[in-house]
């Protein structure tokens, strides 16, 4: 079965509520070298579309053809569909259905108004979301550059598609899918990053380094300091190499940036820089911003001084608010220059000069000497450095914190109407009040290929509030229905969004590092037939496997790594206890 540019534009003009009943008879016909039509007459108009209704055009070649309306009065008809305004459409059935028996569609009466009613119903389904084939060809034609594109470039596809996004709960199914074409996704890196993402590596497995404009909180202003920071004296070598050239990023800036891992490449994990590791203790990172502050302070002081004293040795007045003001009027702070209420001596300003110099140069052999000491993370770590992630881009970039889980259910993408278990972290939670004043939370459930919005009533919350808390994981017991407040619009593709009522709910459990088997001994019949069954699992990314040998009370790490799906071999459940 050949495929051709017109079979884009009717699966765009199809794939839509009302016409996409249709697809199944359109690749049914497509097949078939003998299609039918209910009328000869409605072969030349619906040839290219094998005797199924695609397009306003058509519609309007019906009325045209088969109950000699004029294009005009066709022209009415199609508007009327294209509103939705069924009132209209409904008011032409009668001359429609009376044009075409008297344009004799078919050999007898009977048959023709038969064939007229049913085609007028069709019509009217399918008015509810008609397209014309202009709108449809343009929408292929999109459709075909951008599908070359993911898959000659899905680099450069993926990193647009992240850059334009306003959706983020869609990111993490963006990522998913730039993963099946062997594109990776990293955060933004304070050495490579520009505003927008970048494509670096190999083209065939390249890597997209998320921009500076994604992070929440990260000012245009800020953005811009850095880049050119970067550009006029080259990358940044360390933390305190950026802290002390981009002096103008506020602390909380900074600290977003290292919860987003930006200076990773530079040798440093989130722990490393950690700002909050205790709010008694003055953590690396807080000595160094507060040194920063007072160095900052200190050179705005210098820089008014080096200003001052050319104001000094120019001015041969004694007028001490005369001097005032051409202080002011060069923008320098009076309290930086005069004391005493009298006018300082060059000698005098020369002095201050290299006491605030000697203080800048002070306080820089103090930030050397703070030592930033690199730590070992722990999983806890790298499971807040994802929070963070969350926090601040709006998606899990590096992981999911649902890897961290066992989940036995199918994915959130593949839910479908029905009564589902379904399992994810707690995201956008939301306490509200139904009208009747009874309790209501709203929340969003993701995992790593997409969301659902779960709607939770008292009685539920009240049997399961412990579990009702940003960022945890759970497995609910759900009835999936259609969501009535998705908005039509008649511009969109045929979309389901569903949401999810919550029936039960349990915490997820978390994999354990390791699989723990017991054997009577590793001298045993029995041993080596576990041992090629565990093989069957092996997984490099997987479980370690840890051995008890019973008789000796000996422990012992096997060489090969498996899959948490090892655990259900029947083989090897009586040696199993973890």
């Not at 050319?310 to 002011?328: A, C, D, M, Q, R």
């Not at 723990?516 to 496997?545: C, I, M, Q, R």
């Amino acid at each position: 079965m050949s495929l051709k540019f017109e079979d884009l534009i009717a699966m765009n003009a199809l794939y839509r509520p009302g016409p996409i009943d249709e697809i199944p008879n359109y690749i049914k016909n497509k097949k078939n070298a003998n299609v039918k039509y209910d009328t000869e007459l409605l072969k030349p108009i619906l040839g290219e579309t094998y005797s199924v209704i695609v397009y306003q055009e058509q519609v309007m070649q019906i009325f045209c053809e088969l109950a000699n309306y004029t294009l005009g009065k066709a022209d009415i008809v199609r508007r009327a569909m294209s509103k939705k305004h069924e009132d209209e459409i409904l008011a032409e059935r009668e001359i429609f259905i009376k044009g075409c028996i008297d344009r004799k569609i078919c050999d007898t009466p009977e048959e023709s108004k038969r064939v007229a009613e049913d085609l007028f119903e069709k019509m009217l389904k399918f008015a509810k979301y008609a397209f014309n084939k202009s709108h449809a060809a343009c929408y292929a034609l999109t459709s075909f550059k951008t599908a070359a594109l993911k898959y000659y470039y899905p680099g450069e596809y993926f990193a647009s598609i992240l850059d334009h996004t306003d959706k983020l709960e869609k990111i993490n199914g963006i990522i998913e899918d730039a993963k099946d074409f062997k594109v990776s996704v990293s955060t933004p890196d304070i050495n490579k990053s520009n505003a927008k993402c970048i494509v670096v590596g190999e083209r065939e497995t390249p890597t997209i380094i998320l921009g500076f404009n994604m992070i929440k909180g990260l000012k245009t202003d800020d953005v811009k300091h850095i880049l050119l920071t970067r550009k006029k004296d080259g990358p940044f070598r360390s933390f305190k190499d950026f802290i002390n050239r981009c002096t103008s990023i506020e602390d909380a800036t900074i600290k977003n940036l290292i919860d987003i891992g930006a200076f990773r490449s530079l040798g440093y994990s989130n722990i490393d820089l950690d700002y909050d590791a205790s709010e008694e203790e003055f953590t690396p990172v807080k000595e160094l911003l507060a040194l920063r502050k007072t160095m900052k302070d200190k050179k705005k002081k210098l820089v008014a001084l080096k200003n001052t004293k050319p104001l000094v040795e120019s001015y041969k007045g004694n007028n001490i608010n005369e001097f005032k003001e051409i202080l002011t009027e060069n923008n320098i702070a009076i309290s930086n220059i005069i004391t005493n209420n009298k006018i300082p001596t060059v000698d005098s300003i020369q002095k201050k000069i290299q006491n605030a110099e000697n203080s800048v140069n002070a306080l820089l052999a103090e930030m050397n000497d703070v030592e930033i000491y690199h730590l070992e993370s722990s999983k806890e770590d790298d499971y807040e450095a994802l929070m963070k992630e969350k926090e601040l881009i709006g998606a899990f970039i590096t992981n999911h914190p649902i890897e961290y889980y066992n989940v036995v259910d199918k994915p959130i993408e593949n839910v479908e109407l029905n009564t589902e278990y379904i399992s994810g972290i707690i995201t956008n939670l939301e306490y509200k009040k139904t009208k009747t004043g009874k309790s209501m939370v709203m929340f969003d459930l993701e995992d790593k290929t997409d969301s659902i919005r779960v709607l939770c009533f008292e009685k539920f919350i009240n049997k399961n509030e412990i579990l009702l808390k940003k960022n945890n994981a759970i497995r609910l017991n759900v009835l999936i229905k259609e969501d009535q407040n998705d908005n039509d619009n008649s511009d969109e593709v045929a979309t389901t969004t569903y949401v999810a009522f919550a029936q039960n709910a349990e915490p997820l459990k978390k994999k354990s590092s390791h699989l723990l088997f017991h054997v009577d001994s590793l001298y045993s019949k029995e041993w080596p037939e576990t041992y090629a069954k565990l093989k069957e699992f092996e997984d490099e990314n997987g479980y370690e496997v840890h051995v008890i040998d019973d008789k000796t009370n000996k422990a012992y790490l096997l060489d090969i790594k498996v899959s948490a799906e090892a655990k259900t071999i029947g083989a090897v459940d009586k040696y199993s206890r973890d």
